[in-house]
């Protein structure tokens, strides 16, 4: 029965290489990239990671369908609303006005981007005022807007898994569509020639 | 060529960037892959908190251990021996030899031309301090919690993904970061 629930070395390392080989490949170490997305005219963040969330949903769905993995088997992320949206919030202005999210910013760091080092800094900076400020004020807020009945959208309000594996599939050819529109109206995605070369004046 | 040139600037050819269609879905099979192997998906901050409890412990132990937050992290053993740990560390090595063989490797201020190196040091500082507080909140950051949480179809990835986007596309308007 999956999954095999290993936490060792290898699978950290193997799966982690994989993680950011393809991160690299698809231009995810380059902040004018990354941040393009933010100024619609490079559309790649939405369209991998919507592409990857759809792929890797449907293979949960067709090997919990299939009976070789138990619906719950997997780590879910407990329904905590507000935390997620404070979290949201903070991480969508670090990105923007950093160019990286935390994954991101270690694959800058490997393309020799120095800026990455310091946005990563940063994360630890950000991660010891965390820790200083932690306490009951924190803790209330983050356990605030729990959602009782479940932490997925199929267990908390009954919306069948495939219908929204479909429904996301179906909004992911429209991000190709009019990311598309969005980057042919505009100067378009950032090649790997401009992404070496730095983000442009 | 260009005399001054380093040498990794032409040594290797710079390849493209993969379609971002076929790069999802390699994507998705790693982090499908990813569940299958452990129970769970892909991180990044769960890395940088335990590395900061592990600074803590050298810089200021009596603090580190005192603390409601990163005290809990440093009684279970070592702060750094976790898989989390060995997963960025991975990252590092993959995106290393990815840029290397694709020619996309060059030491640099990404930044400095568009908004000067001393400004670019200060948004990434400020971005990456929202970044790494914003992820302790919300007990994720983009891939753990946005990424991994929305393959489990986890209502928490959706809430913290549609705000990271409002937001970032709001404040991109406003600040001109790199």
Request: proline share 4%.
């Amino acid at each position: 029965m999956l999954p095999f629930n290993d936490a060792g070395m290898v699978s950290g390392l193997l799966c982690g290489a994989l993680f950011g080989w393809v991160l690299e490949n698809a231009g995810f170490g380059s902040p004018c990239k990354l941040t393009g997305q933010f100024r619609l005219s490079d559309w790649s963040v939405l369209k991998v990671m919507f592409t990857a969330i759809v792929v890797a949903a449907a293979g949960l769905l067709v090997l919990q369908s299939l009976g070789w993995m138990e619906a719950d088997a997997v780590f879910v992320p407990s329904a905590m609303l507000a935390a997620a949206a404070v979290g949201g919030l903070l991480v969508g202005a670090g990105f923007a006005v950093g160019g990286y999210c935390p994954g991101t910013s270690v694959v800058g760091l490997f393309s020799g981007r120095l800026d990455a080092g310091v946005f990563l800094l940063g994360l630890l900076l950000g991660t010891f005022a965390f820790a200083g400020l932690y306490g009951p004020a924190i803790e209330s807020l983050m356990n605030a807007a729990e959602v009782m009945a479940g932490d997925t959208l199929p267990d908390a309000y009954g919306i069948p898994a495939w219908a929204l594996v479909l429904g996301m599939a179906a909004a992911l050819v429209g991000v190709f569509v009019w990311g598309g529109r969005f980057e042919r109206a505009s100067r378009g995605p950032v090649t790997a020639n401009e992404a070496v070369e730095g983000a442009a004046p | 060529m260009d005399t001054k040139t380093a040498w990794h600037e032409h040594v290797r050819p710079v390849r493209p960037f993969w379609h971002p269609l076929w790069a999802g879905v390699a994507l998705g099979l790693v982090l499908l892959l990813t569940f299958i192997w452990t129970g769970h998906g892909l991180g990044a901050t769960g890395a940088t908190t335990r590395l900061s409890a592990w600074m803590g412990l050298k810089m200021a132990p009596a603090f580190t251990a005192a603390n409601p937050y990163l005290g809990p992290m440093v009684d279970n053993g070592h702060p750094l021996s976790s898989w989390i740990s060995w997963q960025v560390l991975g990252v590092a090595l993959g995106a290393l030899a990815s840029a290397f063989w694709a020619g996309r490797l060059r030491v640099q201020w990404d930044g400095e031309r568009s908004i000067g190196r001393g400004r670019r040091i200060v948004t990434a500082l400020v971005g990456g301090l929202l970044a790494g507080f914003g992820a302790r909140v919300a007990a994720g950051c983009t891939s753990g919690l946005g990424l991994s949480g929305a393959a489990t179809l986890s209502i928490a990835a959706f809430v913290f993904l549609a705000v990271f986007f409002v937001v970032g596309l709001l404040v991109t308007r406003v600040i001109r970061g790199v």
